[in-house]
């Protein structure tokens, strides 16, 4: 019988985008917007974050097992991050990644490209409602809460049980569905994932992993096996980044 969970999940949040330095440049100039002209959707992976998908793929080629199913949010900067992970020899040549639209990054709305200066400035109602509401509730107009993210996420790891049964399946996306992942399939509480937000950002390409434990529950489930793992760029002296993407607010 086909297991219901992967033999092994791995989560991984792309490496540095430009994005993450233009934003660094931002709020040390303290500016109320984040210096882009694309789309969030077209920001690419920095140079650093290129080494650093390098650096993963690197780590997994010499791994026990490798990926044979690669999941990608459709944003460029998580693409690329799977393409390099691939070319570096993490996984086969052939393998194709997969991008589902349900791994994008949050949506943050009219907040989108605000620096927390700019939030403050320029949309003091909504930093109000963010302060009252909680990061976890709060849905900008136009964007989405933490809430909306993980309904999406619900809907995903239906159709992971549903097709990638005992197989090794990596997901490639951003900080807020890497934390969002962990709330659906660990069970957690609001209070819990926060505090687990709060502890640290995720770095990025760091690794998430969970593996299937049949005695695990009525039916065997998913066990986190590591959280937050840097030992790719680690071992390959690759610089370690972990910033919130693209808005500050993104963790305040």
Same mark, same amino acid.
Do not use: T
């Given at each position: 019988m086909t297991p219901r969970w992967p033999a092994t999940l791995w989560?991984?949040?792309h490496g540095?985008?430009?994005?993450n330095i233009a934003r660094d440049l931002a709020n040390e100039q303290g500016l109320t917007r984040i210096?882009?002209?694309q789309r969030d959707v077209d920001v690419p992976l920095s140079n650093l974050g290129r080494e650093q998908a390098t650096a993963l793929g690197r780590w997994f080629a010499g791994a026990d097992a490798q990926p044979e199913v690669i999941l990608a949010s459709p944003y460029v900067r998580a693409v690329q991050t799977a393409e390099l992970f691939r070319a570096a020899g993490g996984c086969s040549p052939a393998e194709r990644i997969c991008t589902d639209e349900r791994l994008r990054e949050?949506?943050?709305g009219i907040l989108d490209g605000l620096t927390s200066t700019g939030i403050r400035e320029l949309q003091p109602d909504q930093a109000a409602f963010r302060r009252n509401l909680g990061k976890f509730y709060h849905r900008p107009p136009g964007g989405e809460s933490w809430v909306d993210v993980i309904f999406r996420l619900r809907a995903l790891m239906d159709t992971v049980s549903l097709h990638y049964g005992g197989r090794h399946v990596m997901i490639v996306a951003h900080q807020v569905v890497v934390l969002c992942l962990r709330y659906?399939?660990?069970n957690l509480s609001e209070a819990e994932i926060l505090a687990i937000d709060k502890a640290g950002d995720v770095a990025n390409c760091a690794i998430t992993e969970y593996y299937f434990d049949s005695d695990y529950g009525h039916n065997g489930g998913l066990v986190l096996s $590591?959280?937050?793992a840097t030992a790719p760029m680690d071992r390959d002296h690759t610089p370690v980044t972990a910033a919130p993407d $693209?808005?500050?607010a993104a963790r305040g």
């Open positions: 989560v991984v949040r540095q985008s430009a994005g210096a882009l002209e949050k949506e943050f659906v399939i660990e $590591r959280y937050n $693209r808005m500050v």
